[in-house]
């Protein structure tokens, strides 16, 4: 199995790859096209802020490869959200893979959200094995709103969508790498979807 992992310069690389050599998966780092084109299963990790994220995507073309990818791709925290249709962070305007917005948290709670929470409403064959209110490790200030796309839930502030999907696209607010054999196990459905 051929894994890519997008190489854009806004990533948590090593932690995801160490998580997949674990798994027995070399993942490879690259941003060539045609390289992430020819991936069985890619994955979009994305650590720091929005709108300079989304410019190295611009300036690399990816921003035009990614939505049109047929494979499995897992979008991590970050690479999540810029596959959405925008975020208010840095007013940016996102991949539009997801037809829901970002928004951030409000001044109510501690933000950033950092640290583990339960993940709920699981439905989605990334999450088979995976028990309701399972622990999951964020770090986050923004969230994806509830919506028709999500396929896990979590609460803070406000009940927000933890995980999406959409056709071959899935994301995920919480980082799989970090949250130990619950997060190993999504990783390990990840890489069996068809």
């Not at 970050?78 to 539009?96: H, R």
């Not at 509830?146 to 839930?153: L, R, S, Y």
């Amino acid at each position: 199995m051929k894994l890519v992992i997008i190489d854009y310069g806004a990533g948590n690389i090593k932690s995801i790859q160490f998580a997949f050599k674990r798994l027995g998966v070399e993942a490879v780092l690259s941003n060539n096209i045609d390289e992430i084109k020819a991936a069985d299963k890619v994955i979009f990790p994305g650590v720091g802020e929005a709108s300079s994220a989304m410019k190295m995507l611009q300036e690399s073309g990816l921003d035009a490869v990614i939505p049109n990818l047929k494979q499995p791709v897992l979008g991590i925290c970050l690479g999540m959200q810029l596959m959405c249709n925008s975020t208010e962070e840095g007013n940016t305007k996102g991949l539009g893979i997801f037809n829901v917005d970002i928004k951030r948290f409000s001044n109510s709670v501690k933000v950033p959200q950092m640290g583990w929470n339960v993940i709920t409403d699981l439905k989605s064959e990334l999450f088979n094995g995976i028990s309701e209110n399972e622990y999951m490790y964020l770090v986050h200030s923004f969230y994806a709103e509830n919506c028709e796309e999500a396929i896990a839930t979590t609460d803070y502030d406000v009940k927000y969508a933890s995980a999406l999907q959409k056709n071959n696209f899935y994301g995920t607010q919480f980082h799989p790498e970090k949250s130990g054999v619950v997060g190993e196990q999504i990783l390990k459905n990840f890489l069996n979807i068809k």
